[in-house]
């Protein structure tokens, strides 16, 4: 599967971003699509994954309440909506996709494990 990420830009700090990924070359109708971050000089971090049959919805403690990851079965695309943003969630986006999740309570917050990456979109959230 092939994953466009857009949506990316510069807003104020407290403003909100929709962040789209759209996947091309199979129709998604099972696995994980997930968000990752990594901004300058940092290791790249989990965001948010969403289970594309069941729409069971994890996030990391850092966005918990003020990012929402959904799906659009009828787009073939994930989504990512940001709110009160603040200048620490200044980083580039990248969407990530796995289809078969593994055993564990943890997996789905490292990136090893999704094989399918697209392009980053840098998000920047000025103070």
């Not at 466009?4 to 962040?19: D, E, I, T």
């Not at 009828?74 to 620490?88: D, I």
């Amino acid at each position: 599967v092939q994953l466009q990420a857009s949506g990316g830009g510069l807003v104020q700090a407290g403003g909100s971003l929709r962040l789209s990924c759209a996947a091309s070359g199979r129709t998604l109708s099972s696995g994980y699509i997930a968000w990752f971050r990594q901004a300058p000089g940092k290791e790249r971090e989990f965001v948010a994954t969403i289970a594309w049959g069941s729409g069971v919805t994890y996030y990391a403690d850092s966005v918990k309440g003020r990012f929402t990851i959904s799906r659009d079965n009828a787009e073939n695309a994930v989504y990512l909506q940001m709110s009160n943003l603040n200048p620490e969630d200044t980083a580039v986006y990248s969407c990530a996709s796995v289809s078969v999740g593994y055993s564990g309570n943890t997996w789905y917050r490292r990136a090893a494990n999704y094989p399918d990456w697209g392009q980053g979109t840098l998000v920047t959230v000025s103070s």
